[in-house]
């Protein structure tokens, strides 16, 4: 029996593929309408991205297949969203990330960023997170903690020797790690009763230990956290920021590309630094205690293991030498590429993108322009000038210089299978336009106009962020903002109030270990629990939805004027709408 049963869980995969279909049969059969083929594709779809029975990138191609059978949209349109503006820029921003990765310019700056900060206990952290949580602005949170995570465990490493010499005779140990109080004894008594006893001191050893154990821990999660929360700042940080966008110019196509590079960084950046610092506060009094004078390292005198780890950090930025012609050469690109995003359409004066023609309201050029002319400069800039050098292939013959970026190293690290998810998505969203899927939705979620916007958008916040947990943040973005586009529409309320903060809640996957990459890889170096993990981001995850709701009730109002119903979100809602009736008005906090 037990053979049986392991042989089913062996080919637990197969069988899902095989019998989910088929459980979601009666749907179109027994409803013979678009609506229902549509659906019956969203929730095939749904069940395959929770369970991973396939890869996330191929049930992303199932629309490919079953929108055409079905009669839901043609090959050729279901084609087209695979590759749309959003997935450009997404390829163009990896591209600027990978040369970053492939010049060592990130591991650099969190180097240098270090050794400014220090080694004393909360400093320290703080530095990790705000180097881990800059980097993974710009690029991935997966290859951001894959760098991060052994710098931090080699200066642990350091801090955590058993000190030497004149602080070893004298029983001294690392002020570091003196964070907080033992807690209290208790005693039982020859009488049966129990009395607590005065904390007496434990033996230095053991109570060491179990404080470097407390701070190993605290270290580990910063790192995995900060690259989580520091992807929610720019549009091209994390994949559910580009999800939204997309997600918006399909349902939407007249909305002017009110999400942009500019907008989304003036919305989200104020919310990641809040949140971070909130994460870095929330962190140092579980891991640290509360004795900041400690803490911050206000008391006792430099000792031989923070000497230790500061040189680990010293070395580690001497290996990468004098900063190098390539070096400098994608800082530069880097920071232009920056500059033309902030620039094209800021919103509050005419960016360099009036000076081209603008056609049915919207500009000819984007953000993916821009990533894309950024990145083929880096296949042609060469990465060192002068640079000719002997051909070790062939002596007696010069050769030039590799470009900054070359194809093999692009194709080693480009995730493609990210460019596939967010085709299925967009793929989606338009089947369930098509379909009529959405105006139903709508239309049965009207009674929802007697709830407030803000309680609606915090419940859907807490949904989202508790889903996130178990489904990668790509699938609860794709799955979720069509419906929450259709809900807005059916209740008057301005789409970006509901989806805005939705999109950013499936970032904050912090209580277990297989929610995002970040807190796998984590996970993998040891020391932690999947209890210390849920316990210290299920606070966390309160945290990051009250401070989304903060901003998106302020100054999310006037970078998106989420003041009225916009007219471009009347195409296809209802006659109380269009009417412009006083409930058209997204109601202030």
Sequence with gaps: MASCWQGLWAYRTYLLVFFLPIFLLPLPLLVPAKEAYCAYAILLMALFWCTEALPLAVTALLPLVLFPLMGITKASEVCLQYFK???ILFIGGLLVAIAVEHWNLHKRIALRVLLVVGVRPALLMLGFMLVTAFLSMWISNTATTAMMAP?????????QKAPKGKDAEEGSSNPAFELQEPSPQKTKLDNGQVHPVPPGPLEPTEQKSREQHRFSQGMSLCVCYSASIGGIATLTGTTPNLVLQGQINSLFSKNGN???FASWFSFAFPAMVILLLLAWLWLQALFLGFNFRKNFGFEGRVREQEKAALQVIQTEHKLLGPMSFAEKAVTILFVLLVLLWFTREPGFFPGWASAFPYEDGESVVSDGTVAIFISILMFIMPSDIPGLTQDPEKPGRLKAPPALLNWKTVNEKMPWNIV???GGGFALAQGSEDSGLSSWLGNKLT?????SAPAIAFILCLLVATFTECTSNVATTTL???????????????????????????????????????????FSFGGLKVTDMARTGFLLNIIGVLVIMLAINSWAYPIFDLYTFPSWAQDNTTALCMGGQANTTTPRP
């Design 85 to 87: 503006d959003t997935n």
């Design 151 to 159: 710098i931090a465990h080699a200066v642990l490493h350091q801090l």
């Design 258 to 260: 009110v999400v942009n």
């Design 420 to 422: 596939f998810l967010l």
């Design 447 to 451: 009674p929802l106009q007697s709830v």
């Design 480 to 522: 979720f903002l069509p419906i929450l586009a259709s809900m807005a529409q059916a209740i008057c309320l301005h789409p970006l109030y509901i989806m805005l903060p939705c999109t950013l809640s499936a970032s904050l996957a912090f209580m277990l270990p297989v929610a995002t990459p970040p807190n796998a890889i984590i």
